[in-house]
């Protein structure tokens, strides 16, 4: 346990937390937003248009945080029922929390392409500022290209399952959607599963994904 709060560990919570918080804050908030746009006030009335992260933080994913560098927030609560579009409006819904990540993890990088033309002295007042906001950055790049493309995984209630429940019958879509209930129960599962068949679905599926997206973004990790 005070493994966890080593001055090591501290750093790496320094450097991951600001990226970590931004990715979880703004995408819960692009889901209301959008929602909000399209005519559901459920998440405005709850306080959770909000960029303030107390109103997102799930204790249980900021406890992950501290033992696995991953977390999550607390899902934006949205009411179909108000979209005059019930599909198309989950749709547009689930798809913008993905797309905020993947805007952030864009902008992200800009300040590392910005930092990179910035020339310093080792041992100087600019590279200890520079330093630690590009490795900042950098971990921003990661963990928001991560969280997008998990949250598009087709397992209810992930976001690419909105996607794909858009495409269905709207009695298979019900059904599937339905999954939603175990999702996590599924993921857990497919995780298990993984390790005692040596097929990893971050290994296999996400981290290639995610290092595409970083040499598309032209920067070194």
Request: some cysteine; aromatic content about 12%; hydrophobic content about 50%.
């Amino acid at each position: 346990m005070l493994d966890l709060f080593s001055p090591e560990r501290l750093q790496q919570y320094a450097i991951l937390a600001p990226g970590l918080l931004v990715a979880l804050v703004c995408h819960e908030v692009a889901h209301g937003y959008v929602a909000y746009l399209l005519g559901d006030p459920t998440a405005k009335s709850q306080g959770r248009l909000s960029l303030n992260p107390m109103k997102h933080l799930d204790p249980l994913g900021t406890l992950a945080f501290f033992f696995v560098h991953f977390g999550w927030a607390k899902p934006v609560p949205v009411n179909s029922g108000y979209f005059k579009n019930p599909r198309q409006g989950m749709l547009l819904t689930a798809i913008a929390g993905p797309m905020t990540n993947f805007i952030l993890a864009a902008a992200f990088a800009t300040v590392i392409h910005i930092l990179m033309t910035v020339e310093f002295s080792p041992g100087g007042l600019a590279e200890k500022i520079i330093l630690p906001t590009y490795l900042i950055a950098q971990a921003g790049v990661f963990v928001n290209l991560i969280l997008g493309i998990f949250n598009l995984l087709p397992i209810p209630p992930l976001d690419g399952s909105n996607v794909v429940a858009y495409f269905l019958p709207p009695q298979m879509a019900e059904s599937y959607m339905a999954l939603g209930r175990y999702g996590f129960i599924i993921l857990i599962g497919i995780i298990l599963l993984g390790r005692f068949s040596g097929y990893s679905l971050v290994g296999g599926v996400i981290l290639p994904m995610v290092y595409a997206g970083i040499r598309l973004l032209g920067i070194p990790m």
